[in-house]
């Protein structure tokens, strides 16, 4: 499988810069509304957005039984910010209606970051990734409150001043063949998030 075929959920958010850098890691990306458009890739991104608006259209457009069955097949992931919360097994401060499709055995705070400071930016030591720190982007971010046993953390907040009491947050995770960051690394032209998910695809 050296192009997999990695579907973007596109019901909202953050769509286009996620072909993008899908296609730039070297993936055939196509934007997925469809349960047939979802039975043809070999795994699927969730982008950042709204949560409880990504919630309700997976409703309408019937994905979310669908969507849950593929994940609990092992079908490989990615959730940035709002896609985290969507693959997280438990939300603090989320909308008591919120669906989860689950994938990562973790807690996560929702907006966790504060609503006044909407977005932080600082540089992470990420795991795994060759050439230094990673430039990170967060907007109005999740972080993760508790991981289960099986959840590596690849990232987390630098104990820096201005990072408060999002100090030493894991903000990059991966369990199995589910990889999921609190920023947005779609918005920052550093494609080495999305190489290395495109990677744990083609080795799935
Ligand atoms: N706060 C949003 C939510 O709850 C996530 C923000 C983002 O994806 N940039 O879903």
């Known amino acids: 499988m050296t192009s997999p075929t990695v579907g973007v959920l596109a019901l909202q958010g953050n769509v286009r810069e996620h072909l993008a850098a ?9 934007p997925v509304r469809r349960t047939s458009e979802l039975d043809a890739v070999d795994a699927i991104v969730l982008p950042g ?9 997976l409703d309408v457009f019937e994905l979310l039984e669908p969507l849950r ?4 097949a092992g079908m490989p992931a990615y959730g940035s910010c709002a896609g985290m919360i969507l693959l997280a097994e438990e939300i603090l401060d989320g ?9 990562l055995d973790v807690v996560v705070r929702r907006n966790a970051f504060g609503r006044q400071a909407d977005s932080f930016e600082t540089d992470l030591e990420f795991d795994g ?12 971010a999740p972080w993760v409150e508790k991981t289960g046993g099986e959840v590596e953390v690849l990232a987390s ?3 820096v001043d201005v990072a408060g009491a999002a100090a ?37």
């Open 168 to 204: 030493g947050r894991p903000v990059a995770i991966r369990q199995g063949a589910v990889l999921a960051t609190s920023f947005h690394p779609e918005l920052t032209g550093d494609g080495r998030v999305h190489d290395l998910f495109v990677d744990m695809v083609r080795t799935s």
């Open 22 to 30: 899908l296609t730039a890691a070297g993936a055939t990306a196509v």
């Open 157 to 159: 907040v630098p104990h």
């Open 49 to 57: 957005g709204e949560s409880t608006t990504m919630s309700k259209l």
């Open 129 to 140: 990734l060759p050439g230094g720190p990673v430039h990170a982007v967060f907007i109005r």
């Open 95 to 103: 909308r008591p209606d919120q669906h989860q499709l689950g994938g």
């Open 69 to 72: 069955a593929r994940l609990r």
